[in-house]
């Protein structure tokens, strides 16, 4: 069998990934240009050798199940990412080969800020954009690049510049910028065009393993599906729609004037880290806490409440005790969309080691400042966990008899006894500390200064804190 007709090694000989009782075809539509492209990749991986230092980094779009086909390593990204997440692949694997692969929508619409800052800070990494003027994946919506009068499930009269603008040349946009080393769009719309693709898309693979730059080369592709044509039609659409306002060619190419980029070994040290975050300052050594409950020596905390009550600063004090304490910790916050009188939470996982979950499904500790909080999250704490609940805001009560119950009116009591109820926070803080033991209390106060940044509002949160060591 001819070379060409051979499946590329750098392809899996049967696609197990996939749930698909057929293991040997792609997921794509007949006369889909992304089965095609893939094919030209993976030769070109076969032929550098670089399969097994590679890295594809798969979009949202029609091309997400990438994973299906190459055997390489793979990070699936959310819509429009693929450029963040390649330069953060690229940047500590510095020897990896990373291949953004990206739609037109994905890259031209929800992540188009993505692409240009990435191309212009000129990572090492190549982007392979996949252009089929439309949103195949969901159903043929408008894209960036549907051109002017195309139809499209969201354009059904047509794209009209008065209201959508104009097709976006992206290879145009980004060869503009000072950093990309090699911009180029190919097509797949014929046997010489398709040639011209295989070669773009080596020379920006070598371009990478040669250490010279950001390169994306743009491949006008066929979407049968989406133009509502059939595959053989697919190609004269093409020539037809496609190619006479995206127009082929090289828009940049300075590979020769460029010299291989410098990468800079990584630091992996934890002791380099903390000094050039200049974290050292933050290091202490406590005495031991007392023995506390096992369930409280590596907690996972949920706090909920209103956006407001200090809900996300309890979740950073309480870390950053933590990490003084010498732990391992993640602190997620989720909001509302609006901060004040919405709803937000923080997930707090303490860890002895490192942290392997930073999600808090099942909470030991569930602080609940208001109703809402515990109607939603009360059912989740795990058995013999404990509850915190402010009873300001609380009025039914734990409706469960197999956890531990902390339960106080915290705002009322920061209200009146300290003057303003924005410290009950602090005074939660406190009793959580006190009650469980988890943390030197030591710790607490020193976490202060790194997040009070009023620092006249620090004695205050101190007493606070005090107060919460009497309710614990
Ligand atoms: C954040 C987010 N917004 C929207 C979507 C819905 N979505 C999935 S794929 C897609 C567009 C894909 O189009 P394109 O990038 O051109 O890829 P194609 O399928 O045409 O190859 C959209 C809008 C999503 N998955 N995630
Ligand atoms: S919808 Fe379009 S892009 Fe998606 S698989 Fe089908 S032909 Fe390919
Ligand atoms: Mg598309």
Known sequence: MGKLLQKPKSFYNEFFRSPSPDKLSTHYCPGCGHGVIHKYVAEAMDDFGIADNTIWIS?????????????????????????????????????????????????????????????????????????????????????PTTLVGQTTTTSPYGRNPANEGYPMRMAELIAQLEAPVYVERVAL??????????????????????????????????????????????????????????????????????????????????????????????????????????IYEQPKIKVAGFGGQGILMLGVLLSEAAMLNGKQVTWIPSYGPEMRGGTANCQVVIRNNKVGNPSVDKPTILIAMNQPSLDRFEKDVIPGGLIVINETLVTSGVTRDDVDVLAHPFSDIADKQLGTVKVQNSLILGALIKHTNMLDQQAIFDALPAHIKKIDLIPLNKKAIELGFSLG
């Open 59 to 143: 979009p949202v779009g029609c091309s997400v199940f990438g994973y299906y086909y190459f055997d390489c390593g793979h990070q699936q990204v959310p819509h429009g990412r693929a450029p963040a997440v390649a330069t953060g692949v690229k940047r500590s694997h510095p020897e990896a080969i990373v291949i953004s692969y990206q739609g037109d929508g994905d890259l031209a619409a929800i992540g188009g800020n993505n692409i240009i800052q990435a191309a212009n800070r000129g990572e090492n990494i190549t982007v392979i954009f996949v252009n089929n003027s439309i949103y195949g994946m969901t159903g043929g919506q408008m894209a």
């Open 189 to 294: 719309n014929n046997a010489q065009n398709r040639n011209k693709t295989r070669k773009a898309i080596r020379k920006a693979l070598k371009i990478q393993i040669d250490k010279k730059g950001f390169s994306l080369v743009e491949i006008l592709s066929q979407c049968p599906s989406g133009w509502k044509v059939s595959p053989v039609d697919s190609l004269k659409w093409m020539e037809e729609n496609q190619m006479p306002y995206f127009p082929l060619g090289v828009f940049k190419d300075v590979v020769e004037q460029r010299n291989p980029l410098e990468t800079k070994p990584r630091i992996w040290d934890k002791d380099t880290i903390i000094k050039m975050l200049d974290l050292d300052r933050q290091v202490k050594e406590y005495a031991k806490p007392n023995p506390t409950k096992d």
